[in-house]
């Protein structure tokens, strides 16, 4: 065996090659640590790319590595510069030095003499793209004699016969190499964030259902119910199956984690048999943050109707069969433990506190399969983009970091600001990250005949149809690029959990492909009943979203403190050395703005939207 190593490295190099460069890798030694033995077995191989000088080898070899790195899996690539600037500091590109085909064929046989996997990818660039790229000048060197010996010159590329896969880098872009040739489609779509598990039923089994649907025992649903199982069939929940067991939900209620999604809930005096995941595709190494119950309350009425044992129960909204829950499971609904340890108070003026208080005494889980996409048909199911929508979106701008701001009131200057300034630190290290503008929804705006009441928390919030209008006003000012900005609305209802659902919240967006998550100061926060003030410290926030477990590959960007600046006529970052320039401009004061017909001051947010708020708020008033 040793003759083939040292055809390879028993070269005595004279001259060393100057014209190399050094290239950076897309990928940190701390990320690459990170990966390090999360999965069992051995599963070594060389991929082994070739191709001219400024064919893309060294682009997709680094998006190859990345992405493997980010799949778990230790990789790392070889690039014949950066080979040149180490060890190999005398290693040129003469016929001798440089591998030809008879080469690569003896770096393919060492790898069968050891049962190693090799591949060969040919990334076949037309000399003349290359020439085009010539990213290091090389080509016009070798043109003007300045570089003796260069392969495609002077010096003959001998092109694979037969590689294991070819690239045509001239005509795709560095993501389409990566995707449509490298990669399993299956495995490409868990690169910019974790798996997607959506629960739509296929059409085979849809058509058997709808034969035997009236037979089945069916759930009426609320439209709080409706909005989570939206969050589960568009996978933001994932890899929940359905509405939780007796199992997660105790995971998530005392560890604010899911550990498994095993189905039986059982205690060690308990013999049961082996139980295992429905599928080891979904199984998971390393706990999950899920720091909110995802849970189907039903009554007592309901729960004698389901006693005798329903191998499928139908979940119906306004008369519509909308999903049906397979092997389902009932449990108790221990209403004040879950608030407690969800709120941090029990409180029936809380308006999610009670809304649970006025639920069902038990709790439906089990598998679920969904025969529709869920719709509201209120004008904005445009805005209702799924996570893999969101991921092709991203995709197809090639998008490289996808940074998501949250919020719930109108953006002002100040937001934008921020928002900025985050697109431009990530700037130093991506090169074209994009934004995430996903504004929440609200549970607690009940309709009452043809009017609305508020909840006594919040009784000025701006609806949501406005606020959409008032975001699409900012983008056509131009305040944020709609080049890298994308407008969506997130389905989960708002709970106003504080800490423990900013958790939930970041963890869902991991789904949509962020990195990069912007938290705001009180998240989720709400005012104590009694005193007015926080009922959550508004720092707290943050705090544990940068401390939170299960939420991997994901950096925390804390809100700075935005104020209009008096100085300078307009929004700027808070300066504490010269508190007296600012004036703070509330999300209250705003809309007391807008009620009384006051114009704010100018640079405080963009016209246009301004004038949304102030035509919306006129709405709004009449019909209360």
Not at 74 to 99: I, Q, T, W
Not at 105 to 130: G, K, M, W
Not at 590 to 606: K, N, Q
Request: proline share 6%.
């Amino acid at each position: 065996n040793q003759p083939h190593y040292q055809s390879l490295s028993s070269t005595d190099y004279g001259i060393s090659a100057t014209n190399v460069t050094f290239q950076q890798h897309k990928i940190r030694r701390e990320e690459r640590a990170q990966v390090l033995g999360r999965h069992a077995g051995f599963r070594g191989c060389t991929i082994w790319f070739t191709g001219l000088s400024g064919a893309g080898k060294t682009t997709v070899a680094f998006a190859m590595e990345k992405i493997l790195i980010q799949l778990g899996i230790p990789a790392y690539a070889l690039d014949g510069d950066n080979v040149r600037h180490g060890l190999c500091k005398n290693l040129g590109f003469s016929k001798e030095e440089s591998p030809y085909k008879c080469d690569r064929d003896d770096a393919r046989s060492i790898h069968n003499q050891d049962n190693l996997s090799f591949f060969e990818v040919y990334v076949n660039t037309p000399l003349r793209i290359c020439e085009l790229r010539d990213p290091k000048n090389l080509y016009k060197k070798a043109r003007a004699g300045e570089l003796k010996g260069f392969t495609g010159i002077d010096s003959v590329y001998e092109a694979p016969e037969k590689p294991d896969l070819i690239l045509e880098s001239g005509i795709e872009s560095e993501a389409e190499s990566v995707k449509k040739n490298v990669l399993p489609a299956k495995v490409y779509q868990q690169i910019s964030g974790p798996p997607i598990r959506e629960l739509y039923i296929d059409d085979e089994s849809k058509l058997k259902l709808l034969e035997r649907i009236n037979s089945v025992p069916r759930v009426q649903l609320t439209k709080i119910d409706l909005e989570w199982l939206q969050v589960l069939a568009e996978g933001w929940a994932s890899p929940l199956p359905g509405f939780m067991r007796e199992r997660q939900y105790l995971q998530c209620l005392h560890h604010g984690l899911l550990l498994d999604l095993k189905k039986t809930c059982f205690t060690p005096d308990v013999s049961l048999l082996e139980d295992t995941e429905e599928d080891s595709f979904w199984s998971f190494n390393e706990p999950l943050n899920q720091s909110i119950p995802i849970v189907l309350p039903i009554d007592d009425d309901t729960k004698m109707k389901l006693m005798d044992g329903c191998p499928e129960i139908a979940l119906v909204y306004n008369n519509d069969v909308v999903a049906i829950v397979k092997d389902g499971e009932i449990f108790e609904h221990r209403k004040e433990e879950r608030i407690a340890r969800q709120f941090g108070i029990i409180d029936h003026r809380h308006p999610t506190i009670k809304l649970i208080l006025e639920s069902g005494n038990w709790l439906l889980g089990g598998d679920v399969q969904v025969l529709r996409r869920i719709q509201y048909n209120d004008g904005l199911d445009c805005y209702r983009m799924s996570p893999l929508e969101l991921r092709n979106i991203f995709t197809k701008a090639n998008c490289d970091a996808v940074f998501a701001f949250q919020l719930r009131n109108p953006i002002h200057n100040g937001h934008a600001l921020l928002m900025q300034n985050t697109r431009e630190q990530l700037l130093t290290k991506y090169k074209n990250p994009m934004l995430l503008l996903h504004p929440l929804v609200f549970i607690f705006h009940h309709k009452i005949g043809k009017k609305i009441r508020r909840s006594n928390f919040y009784d000025d919030d701006v609806p949501l149809d406005v606020r959409m209008r008032q975001y699409d006003a900012v983008l056509a000012e131009g305040v944020l690029d709609p080049e890298w900005t994308v407008l969506a609305i997130f389905p989960s209802p708002m709970l106003y959990a504080g800490p423990t659902e900013v958790q939930w919240h970041a963890r869902a967006r991991l789904a949509a492909g962020i990195s990069t998550y912007i938290v705001g100061r009180d998240p989720a926060g709400i005012q104590h009943p009694e005193t007015g003030d926080y009922l959550y410290d508004p720092t707290h926030g943050s705090k544990v979203l940068s401390m939170a477990p299960g939420l991997p590959n994901l950096d925390i960007i804390p809100f700075r403190t935005a104020a209009y600046d008096k100085t300078k006529g307009k929004m700027a970052f808070f300066d504490p050395s010269r508190s007296e320039d600012f004036m703070f401009i509330s999300g209250t004061k705003m809309r007391s703005y807008a009620r009384d017909g006051i114009e704010p001051p100018e640079g405080f947010m963009a016209p246009k939207a301004w004038k949304v708020i102030h035509i919306g708020n006129g709405i709004q008033n009449k019909i209360q």
